[in-house]
């Protein structure tokens, strides 16, 4: 019981930032392409590789693991919105920006987790 209030905490925590970062760059930028989804999920596919780099140096517990890795960056990152995001510009006619949402969210997503974890490591090199 206790992991899944772990999990709903997580998850709540993650989903009011997921909104408040994805609303503040879409209106910040103010453009038909959905910078504010794919820019949450660079942002914590970034964050899950620097706290993952965290979790194997300091042993987190599980809990602490299920907090972060599946409640709050579960919470933050969606693949949900990028697919209706993706899906409501190929609806539009779009096709071009939607092929760049497809590559833009995959290969940036995927270079931020490992970005993360070489910072992660990298920091924690120089406090131990």
Partial sequence: MIKVLILITGGA???VLRYGVSMWVQRLLQYSFPF???SVNVIGSFLIGFCWSLAESY???VNTRAFLFTGL???FTTFSSFALDTMSLMKTGDYK???I???ASNVLGLIAVFLGLLVGKNVLSFVK
């Fill in 73 to 75: 960056f579960g919470g």
């Fill in 101 to 103: 949402n497809i590559l």
């Fill in 97 to 99: 920006l939607a092929f």
């Fill in 36 to 38: 504010g989804i794919l």
């Fill in 59 to 61: 042993n987190f517990s």
């Fill in 13 to 15: 925590i993650g989903t």
